[in-house]
């Protein structure tokens, strides 16, 4: 099987991210993909909101020191098809550890090369730190494309000028395969002309990168974390569900897609006539 490293990413904080990346998650797995969430972000939200503790030397920290196995660090979540590199707050002291290293932009790279090797997964998402810092920059080095969530609001639009100019800048420096796969409008909200305006907004800049789905603002979204439980798990049958599905399956029918096109690009030999 071959992975796909999934970095959801986005230097501003409050825009929906780690909610996303724990839904997501659990949407691919539904649909059978096997799927592992790499918590990077010291706050640890996405393992506390897939009910594990946010346990002292469980995070992957020791494997970016090569002091451990990054394989040896993967939790089960009780999800079929869905396990985790869980966080802890002394992840925060990666970016004081790692820096002090030569190769400090590629210790995750090193430390998850294994796991990805392997072909465990089919897919792996890295849960990316809302800062620009050590472990952001690790996360885009080794991803092959970023999901970059942004809240239905103007002043979401200004950060996502910084991430798009980042992830060109790294693609230029040495992660060539590096690309935005989607932009996810997140906290829409229907009622209101600002959303609507917002989403015209990033739509008419990126077209066809901004995904068709929209992830409302619901209730029941914010509550599931609370109990350590995805949305689908916590409430099947909300709008918050419904949007997270539609996510996945739109984002598996944009690879299918994008595999096609590929196919159906001419080769090198079937372009040059031989003299």
């Known amino acids: ?11 501003k904080g409050g825009v929906g991210k780690t909610t996303t990346c724990i839904n997501f998650s659990a949407c691919l797995a539904e649909k059978n993909k096997k799927v592992l969430l790499v918590d990077l972000d010291p706050q640890a939200n996405a393992t506390s909101g897939l009910g594990l503790e946010k346990g002292s030397g469980s995070s992957i920290f020791p494997a970016l020191l090569g002091e451990t196995d990054a394989m040896g660090l993967i939790q089960e979540t009780g999800l079929k098809n869905l396990d985790i590199i869980p966080s802890e707050l002394d992840l925060a002291g990666a970016e004081i550890a790692i820096a002090r290293r030569d190769d400090y932009l590629h210790r995750l790279k090193e430390a998850m090369d294994p796991v990805i090797e392997s072909g465990i997964y089919e897919y792996i998402i890295m849960d990316c730190p809302p800062s620009l810092g050590i472990l952001f920059m690790n996360a885009l080095n080794i991803a092959d494309e970023v999901i970059i969530p942004i809240q239905c609001e103007y002043l979401a639009l200004e950060g996502l000028g910084v991430m798009v100019d980042i992830v060109n800048q790294i693609s230029e420096a040495g992660n060539p395969n590096l690309h935005i796969s989607g932009i996810l409008m997140t906290m829409y909200n229907v009622s209101t002309n600002l959303s609507q305006q917002v989403v015209q907004e990033v739509v008419k800049h990126f077209g066809e990168r901004v995904f ?59 372009v040059i006539s031989p003299e």
Not at 1 to 11: E, G, R, S
């Open 1 to 11: 099987m071959k992975t796909t490293v999934v970095a959801l990413a986005n230097q």
């Open 212 to 270: 068709e789905t929209l992830i409302p603002r619901n209730v029941r979204l914010s509550e599931a974390p609370s109990f350590g439980q995805p949305i689908i798990q916590y409430d099947p049958h909300c709008v918050g569900s419904a949007a997270y599905r539609n996510l996945a399956k739109e984002f598996i029918k944009r690879r299918k897609r994008d595999a096609k096109e590929s196919e159906a690009l001419p080769t090198l030999s079937s």
